[in-house]
């Protein structure tokens, strides 16, 4: 093979190894094997110091089952300098179905690790909150209310529906957010609802205080009944 004729293999799958690298950036490799003779072709964004013509040292691959899938991974990878891989093989066949070429790509894990990382130090509270801080904060106490709620029944705002605000408002009512001037449009924008659908709803707790999810209401002062009848 000279560079007037090259290989027809690097001219149908360069086009494919080099798209995955430019996609993949410096953080993958990309290799294309000579399956008969067992060395490599050609690499894209190359980490383990290979080139076209070194070994590949892929093993017996007319061993592989024609019907087994050509395509292995992901699985680990180390480099000399202790970087972690995750790699993928393609086994790439002829006309006949004999294996023709391997195409390898080989990611390196560490940067995603170190995001992953990263992200999981910022998500995660280290110190507890000071609480004498949040006492006044009426917005805070509301959105604990509505984002635990949230949370717990795994629901997002837009698919709450009535008996579920309702059950939002009793517990912002217990929690004295409703006490406090202007709550409600505070809480309108919290719930994702309009004013009057807010005011309508505590109209309606106010109204019902006996069902579910309506504010506790005063107890009711006792009336003597009539005297009970003295049996002869």
Known sequence: MTSETPDPRLRAWAPVCQAVALLLGPYAEVVLHDA?????LAVWNPMGGRGPGDPSLLGELDALDQAAPDVYGPYP???????RLSSVSAVLRDEDGRPAAVLCV????????HAAALLA?????TA???EPLFEQDWTERMNEVVGGY???HGRPLERLGRDDRLAVLRELDRAGVLAVRRAVPAVA???KVSRS????LLAELRENPGTPGAPDAPDAPETPGPPARRAD
């Open 36 to 40: 008969a003779r067992d060395e490599v």
């Open 77 to 83: 990878k180390l480099l000399p300098d202790g970087r």
């Open 106 to 113: 080989n990611l390196d894990r560490g940067p995603l690790e």
């Open 121 to 125: 130090a910022f998500a995660a509270p």
């Open 128 to 130: 507890p909150r000071p």
């Open 150 to 152: 949230v949370r717990a």
């Open 189 to 191: 924008t919290a719930l």
């Open 197 to 200: 659908t807010v005011y309508t």
